[in-house]
């Protein structure tokens, strides 16, 4: 994977609040998902319970079910992450540096295992391994999907992967980011997608 910086920035939404919301049409996506999902396999136990056992954003070090990111740009090519709880609250902030990328992360694909700078070695946020986002959020301005990713976070990469064979610890774990200027249509067709299902060209009449 190549790293361009600018692919990261911007604000970004934990997609647990898209399971847990009372939003009338998210919930009828939803619906609408658990059906078109019945048939899959790995559905089996329901679509939304699921991938709230995938996406889980709670960890041993940190109780607090993540609200979101905030990346902006630090100097030579940094990131500079904010970490919030779901009620808005800073858990943390940190400059990462891209240390290397694991050849076979999440999905199987390349991972980038980013480290955060002058912080304790125990800070549960200390180590972020991400997919690079999907498609790049400049999709969504051409009507593509809104852009996402799956990442795991650690603080320290040996509660992430083997340091011998590299092989994931938690490889059922699939926290999610979004990207956080989405529109209610938007966060709608992102769960639709998942499950298969044609995105809604406008939100429909309920």
Not at 31 to 38: G, L, V
Not at 89 to 102: I, K, S
Request: glycine share 8%; with cysteine.
């Amino acid at each position: 994977m190549e790293f361009h910086p600018n692919n990261w920035l911007g604000r970004w939404q934990n997609f647990e609040s898209y399971i847990t919301s009372t939003d009338p049409y998210l919930q009828l996506a939803w619906q609408e998902a658990e059906a078109a999902a019945a048939a899959l396999p790995m559905f089996k136990s329901g679509a939304k319970q699921f991938w709230q056992t995938a996406c889980v954003t709670t960890s041993i070090g940190n109780p607090h079910t993540l609200g979101g990111w905030t990346i902006t740009p630090a100097d030579g090519g940094k990131l500079c992450i904010a970490w919030t709880d779901a009620d808005g609250n800073t858990l943390g902030r940190a400059v990462y540096h891209l240390d290397h990328v694991l050849e076979r992360g999440l999905e199987g694909k390349e991972n980038a295992l980013f480290v955060a700078e002058d912080v304790p070695a125990d800070w549960p946020f200390r180590c972020l391994l991400a997919m690079e986002p999907m498609p790049p959020r400049a999709a969504r301005l051409q009507g593509g999907l809104l852009s996402h990713l799956h990442f795991q976070y650690a603080s320290g990469p040996e509660h992430l992967f083997d340091p011998d064979t590299h092989a994931l610890c938690s490889p059922l774990w699939y926290a999610t980011m979004c990207d956080g200027d989405g529109t209610l249509l938007e966060q709608c067709n992102i769960v639709r997608a998942l499950h298969r299902l044609p995105v809604w060209e406008e939100l429909p009449e309920l």
